[in-house]
Nanobody, 118 residues
């Protein structure tokens, strides 16, 4: 059974920092591309950051220079370091695992709430 379990969300003031973690089980973590998505109320889910199995990263323009995605294959965990947080970063953040060979394997976590407010 595949599980992606996010943690680290919460309430933070504008300008503050949070680190999200996503612990994976039931998959060969090192061969999966991993990503963080977010969904704000009334909006579509959007990609925040992604890291490939080889370690290449890409970011949404809105978070470049403020967020950093990383992975620890020994711990089966992907992280999202979020700095200089803004109110518009408020959303539910979801962890995603993706692998495409002949068919696509894709898994989601349950989400963790991040609220940026004074």
């Amino acid at each position: 059974q595949v599980q992606l379990v996010e943690s680290g969300g919460g309430l933070v003031q504008p300008g503050g920092s949070l680190r999200l973690s996503c612990a994976a089980s039931g998959i060969i973590f090192s061969i999966y591309d991993m990503g963080w998505y977010r969904q704000a109320p009334g909006k579509q889910r959007e990609l925040v950051a992604r890291i490939t199995s080889g370690g290449s990263t890409n970011y949404a323009d809105s978070v470049k220079g403020r967020f950093t995605i990383s992975r620890d294959n020994a711990k089966n965990t992907v992280y999202l370091q979020m700095n200089s947080l803004k109110p518009e970063d408020t959303a539910v953040y979801y962890c995603n695992g993706h692998r495409q060979v002949v068919i696509t394997f894709q898994y989601w976590g349950q989400g963790t709430q991040v609220t940026v407010s004074s």
